[in-house]
Nanobody, 117 residues
């Protein structure tokens, strides 16, 4: 069983920054892909960024250039540094991991990010 716990969300003004963390407990390997998704009520969930099984990172067009994904495998923690935040970044951000050896996928409970003046 894997548990994901996100933290770091909050209220920030446009142009500000936040750093989200996702701490994983359980059997996770560095080759298990981990991602951040976000969702606004009434809209589909959107993939923000992924740390792939090859150790590379992929970003949505909306995140590229402003967000930076990093992963500390020793701590089983995924980070999302978000800079130059815009009101349209307001959403619940959730962490996701695919446990490759079982094929099981796990989600965190989500953390609210609100960008507003």
């Amino acid at each position: 069983q894997v548990q994901l716990v996100e933290s770091g969300g909050g209220l920030v003004q446009p142009g500000g920054s936040l750093r989200l963390s996702c701490a994983a407990s359980g059997s996770i390997f560095s080759s298990d892909p981990m991602s951040w998704y976000r969702q606004v009520p009434g809209k589909e969930r959107e993939l923000v960024a992924t740390a792939t099984s090859l150790g590379t990172t992929n970003y949505a067009d909306s995140a590229r250039g402003r967000f930076t994904l990093s992963r500390d495998n020793a701590k089983n923690t995924l980070y999302l540094q978000m800079n130059s935040l815009k009101p349209e970044d307001t959403a619940v951000y959730s962490c996701y991991v695919l446990q490759r050896r079982t094929g099981n996928a796990y989600w965190g409970q989500g953390t609210q990010v609100t960008v507003s003046s």
